[in-house]
Nanobody, 127 residues
Framework: VQLQASGGGLVQAGGSLRLSCAASGRTFSNYAAGWFRQAPGKERESVAA????????SYADSVKGRFTISRDNAKNTLYLQMNSLKPEDTAVYLC?????????????????????WGQGTQVTVSS
């Protein structure tokens, strides 16, 4: 499956953005998926993950209550709604997908668990 992330940009602290990740090449509903982010000089970190059907979700503690992951399998698209953005949310955001079934939040947070990656979209939050 090929993944194409979009929706990033520059926003003031407290603002909102919605990221999209369009999947092509395979039936998207066959894949669990997730969002990661990587800031300059920092390691890639998991932001959120979602099961194939969308019934199971998990979030990093740093974004709980502010970010919402969702998917529309009919449109082959993964979303990340980001509210109450903070300067520390500034990073390149990447979407990822895997053949594996969602089992636990800890496994879904591991970048090694994913088979396919999009190219990333930049999110910059100004103070």
């Amino acid at each position: 499956v090929q993944l194409q992330a979009s929706g990033g940009g520059l926003v003031q602290a407290g603002g909102s953005l919605r990221l999209s990740c369009a999947a092509s090449g395979r039936t998207f509903s066959n894949y669990a998926a997730g969002w990661f982010r990587q800031a300059p000089g920092k390691e890639r970190e998991s932001v959120a993950a979602i099961s194939r059907s969308g019934s199971r979700l998990s979030y990093a503690d740093s974004v709980k209550g502010r970010f919402t992951i969702s998917r529309d399998n009919a449109k082959n698209t993964l979303y990340l709604q980001m509210n109450s953005l903070k300067p520390e949310d500034t990073a390149v955001y990447l979407c990822a997908a895997t053949f594996r079934a969602y089992t636990t939040p800890s496994s879904a947070a591991q970048s090694e668990w994913y088979d396919f990656w999009g190219q990333g979209t930049q999110v910059t939050v100004s103070s």
